[in-house]
């Protein structure tokens, strides 16, 4: 075939053309993954004599990456180290380096090394595997800095002018570079001196203040020193400033808790906990009650750097509560028998102090204890200054008051003698405004009131005379309506109930007439069914109980104006003397010397021991100081024999008992309790 000359000639311009500009990328392309040559190809042989793959490689300047490509179609290997091969006398260089974690250079793969360092441009890598054979080839790197190749190292941790608390564990780090063996490392702190021979190391027994540390680090010969500065503050500390330790509050007290932190770095939180009462709040100061029994209440503080917490104990405290376990509220007691008296006590501190009184005396300082009311017993005690009968007498607080009556030649007297339990001695008062013989005497309101009987003339009369206990004064008041003698008379409300008696001759009265002490004036009542002369009679609870003088026992009620009967007394008795002891009423003297007692609430009659020396006629008795004094009196015997004579009779256990309990605590707290007991 011809061809023209002119026409071959742009051909093979065109493909030259072509080929240039394929060499020229090729070139660029090459250039720009920095291969070492253009082939990219070489055999290489294992020590057991194995045929190997080619390899490509490029280097990162920042990395020192070398990036490897098996080119074999079967063989794989584990890489494990890698040595460089270099003119350079460096201690890295020309030995094995292992590596921290292997790599697989698989078929037809592509693995990355970090070379420690590239030294000069051209060099060679031997790859240690897994079997102790290497793979060598050639490398030629476009950026080196041998520098980069001698021994160094740098203190990772702790940063520089890091604050670290007392006692917390520091890590103190190093990275090192290009050692030629195993480097020995030692940390040194300018206040505690050397304190770890190894080149990472946590250590956390650092005193405080600011340490200059040093690392020393020496391999091969060389010996390198840097340095950084660390600031080891004291430990935070939690503060509790109230509640005080050991300090008491009661369930209904809001306590005032308040706490901060010490040694903080910069701000700080709290956190408040109670052992029984769970989380109580996460402000630094607050206000709350707690559940009673023992708190152990903890702060817990933390700061950016640590965490610290105290603790204090608290005790919190129950309302305290008591009562009267035993015995029964209204239960009745004998006298002679034991009694228990418990308490039932809860709440407070636990340490109780226990006070019992009984109608407001001293009774016990136990919280719970046995106590007997022995049975009454007569005494005699002074005798009267003047000998006394058909006089009257009257029991007020610890005093007993006499007044009138005949002396032991029958003359009538109007002295008013005064006996005080207490000192056991006998005083005179007020003389009465005339002399008086069988006076019915009675009290109401710090004044005791006299009216009606004999005077010196033996005539009846109607005379209504008061004494004012205070000021030891005597005064007149309006006369009863009608005279009479041997009758007697009781206050009760504001009034004076006088019944019976005798008046000129005509045998026993069953008049009733009444005084109203505010209006100084009289006024009758309705006659009971029968008469009575030389009897007793008592008010209590709108009632007027008249004894004596018959068997027949009288009841007045005050707010019906009718009469009524109660039980019958098996002895008769007349000429004695009575009075009232709670709800009951003591009758001693008179014709027999048996002491009577009436319960007003029972209806009934007892018999108590016997007045010493019988038939003590026309006596004066009174209850003064839980005794019923009974004073003079007459009898068949002769009037000078018992006269003078003051006996007592120990009254203060029978009735209505008021049992109080009064509790207190250590932390002064107090409770009571308040009980009613009938003795009998």
């Known amino acids: 075939m011809y061809l023209n000359k002119n026409a071959i000639s742009p051909l093979i311009a065109s493909i030259l053309i072509i080929v240039v500009v ?37 280097d990162d300047i920042t990395g020192k990456n070398l990036f490897i490509k098996n080119t074999h179609i079967s063989l794989s290997k584990t890489i494990i180290g890698y040595k460089i091969n270099s003119s350079l006398d460096y201690a890295y260089l020309n030995k094995y380096h292992y590596l921290d974690e292997s790599f697989l250079l698989s078929k037809n793969s592509i693995a990355q090394l970090t070379l420690g360092c590239v030294p000069e441009k051209n060099f060679s890598i031997e790859l240690l595997t897994d079997s102790n054979e290497y793979i060598s080839f050639p490398v030629t790197s476009k950026f080196f800095d041998p520098s980069e190749c001698t021994f160094s190292f740098s203190i990772t941790s702790p940063l520089e002018n890091s604050i670290n608390a007392l006692n917390s564990s520091i890590s103190f780090t190093s990275e090192i570079l290009n050692s030629s063996g195993t480097p020995s490392c030692t940390w040194i702190s300018s206040i505690d001196g050397t304190f770890s021979t190894s080149c990472d190391a946590t250590y956390s027994s650092l005193s ?47 306590i005032s808790f308040s706490g901060t932190a010490d040694n903080n770095f910069g701000s700080h939180t709290c956190s408040w906990t109670s052992s029984l009462d769970g989380s109580l709040s996460s402000d630094c100061s607050f206000s709350s009650s707690l559940s009673p029994g023992t708190h152990t209440i903890t702060l817990q503080v933390t700061d950016s750097l640590e965490t610290a917490s105290s603790n ?20 009745t007691k004998s006298l002679g028998s034991p009694i228990s008296f418990s308490s039932s006590i809860s709440g407070g501190d636990g340490s109780y102090s226990c006070s019992w009184t009984d109608n407001g005396s001293p009774l016990s300082s136990s919280c719970s204890f046995s106590h007997t009311y022995p049975q009454g017993s007569w005494s005699e005690y002074q005798d009267m200054p003047q000998g006394r009968d058909y006089h009257d ?69 109607n005379s209504n005379y008061a004494y004012n206990i205070s000021t030891n004064s005597w005064s007149s008041k309006t006369s009863m309506p009608t005279v009479r003698a041997e009758h007697d008379c009781t ?26 002490i505010s209006t ?54 007349s000429s004695g003397a009575s009075d009232l ?53 007459d009898s068949s015997q002769g009037r000078e024999t018992y006269m003078d ?24 707290q107090t409770a009571s309790n308040t009980i009613n007991i009938n003795v009998q």
């Open 22 to 58: 394929v060499a020229v990328i090729g070139v660029i392309l090459l250039w720009g993954k920095n291969f070492t040559n253009e082939s990219l190809t070489s055999t290489y042989t294992f020590s057991q004599d194995k045929t190997v793959s080619d390899f490509v490689w490029q």
């Open 208 to 254: 405080s203040g600011s340490h200059d540390i040093n690392l020393v680090v020496e391999d091969s010969g060389d010996i390198l020193t840097q340095s950084t500065s660390i600031i080891v503050k004291d430990s935070l500390e939690s503060i509790i400033s109230t509640p005080s330790n050991s300090s008491n509050h009661l369930f209904s007290d809001t």
């Open 312 to 331: 204090i104990s608290i005790d919190v405290y129950a309302l305290l509560v008591a009562s009267v376990s035993l015995p029964a509220n209204n239960s």
């Open 393 to 461: 007498c009257v029991g007020v607080g610890d005093k007993l008051y006499c007044f009138g009556g005949d002396d032991s030649t029958y003359n009538v007297e109007r002295t008013t003698q005064i006996y005080n339990s207490t000192t056991n001695t006998w005083s005179l008062g007020a003389n009465m405004p005339a002399d008086r013989e069988l006076p019915a005497c009675s009290y109401y309101n710090g004044i005791i009131y006299c009216i009606g009987g004999f005077n010196s003339s033996w005539d009846y009369v």
């Open 491 to 516: 206050a009760l409300d504001g009034k004076i109930y006088c019944f019976g008696g005798n008046k000129d001759g005509g045998g026993a009265s069953n008049l009733l007439e009444i005084y109203n």
């Open 520 to 573: 100084n004036s009289w006024s009758t009542g309705t006659s009971s069914p029968s008469g009575k002369a030389n009897h007793n009679c008592e008010g209590l609870n709108n009632k007027v109980y008249c004894i004596g003088g018959t068997t027949t026992t009288l009841i007045y009620d005050v707010l019906s104006d009718s009469w009524s009967t109660g039980t019958t007394i098996s002895t008769s008795k």
């Open 581 to 633: 002891y709670g709800t009951k009423i003591y009758y001693g003297g008179g014709s027999s010397a048996a002491l009577l007692v009436y319960d007003t609430v029972l209806n009934s009659w007892s018999t108590l021991a016997s007045l010493p020396y019988s038939n003590r006629s026309y006596i004066g008795c009174g209850i003064a100081d839980n005794t019923f004094y009974c004073a003079g009196g």
């Open 645 to 668: 004579k003051l006996h007592g009779y120990s009254i203060g256990a029978t009735g209505t008992h008021e049992i109080e309990l009064n509790v207190s605590d250590g932390y002064g």
